[in-house]
């Protein structure tokens, strides 16, 4: 699949850095891994709508 766009070497670095420590995990250890990193990706959507909806001032500054 051809992206759109290029990592950089750093981004290259971590990626395989990141490679690396998978291939060296259990099975069980990469299913918790992965739960936990869906965990956060869920939690960053929340939290990028919650500043789009600031921004775009559909939501009040501040949580009651």
Same mark, same amino acid.
């Given at each position: 699949?051809?992206?759109? /766009?290029? /990592?950089? !070497?750093? &981004?290259? /670095?971590? !990626?395989? $850095? /990141?490679?690396?420590?998978? %291939?060296?995990? $259990?099975?069980? &250890?990469?299913?918790?891994?992965?739960?936990?990193?869906?965990? &956060?990706?869920?939690?960053?959507? #929340?939290?990028?709508?919650?500043? !789009? %909806?600031?921004?775009?001032? #559909? &939501?009040?500054? $501040?949580?009651?």
């Amino acid at each position: 699949m051809h992206e759109p /766009f290029q /990592f950089s !070497l750093e &981004q290259q /670095f971590s !990626l395989r $850095s /990141f490679e690396t420590q998978v %291939k060296h995990m $259990s099975r069980e &250890q990469a299913q918790d891994f992965l739960v936990k990193l869906y965990e &956060q990706m869920m939690m960053r959507e #929340i939290m990028y709508q919650y500043f !789009l %909806k600031q921004e775009w001032g #559909i &939501q009040p500054k $501040s949580q009651p």
